[in-house]
């Protein structure tokens, strides 16, 4: 997700899903946007829809919209919404090879 090349990719498999969280969160300080592994995100990596995050959810518990998700409208871009949104989860994993 951090790189244009690995979104075009997931375009062609997930064009019919609506919500798909990929391991983007600010849930530890608010509009600061963290990858699973612990890593800031980078301007340059970021692909947010006009207007977002923008924390839409806020509710009386305290929790707001803390995880990132790509909606297929429009065109693939990044939204925030509160963690327990249903919604399908994009896993990433090393490939172990042998040349």
């Not at 983007?24 to 995050?53: A, C, F």
Request: glycine fraction near 8%.
């Amino acid at each position: 997700m951090r790189q244009q090349n690995t979104r075009s990719l997931l375009r062609s498999y997930f064009h019919r899903v609506q919500v798909i969280y990929f391991g983007l969160t600010d849930r530890v300080q608010e509009g600061r946007w963290v990858w699973d592994d612990g890593e800031e995100l980078q301007p340059d990596q970021s692909n947010w829809r006009s207007g977002e995050p923008n924390n839409l959810n806020y509710d009386y518990t305290g929790h707001g919209e803390d995880c990132a998700f790509i909606a297929p409208r429009p065109q693939y871009q990044w939204n925030d919404s509160p963690c327990g949104t249903p919604g399908f989860v994009l896993c990433e994993r090393p490939i172990q090879y042998q040349k």
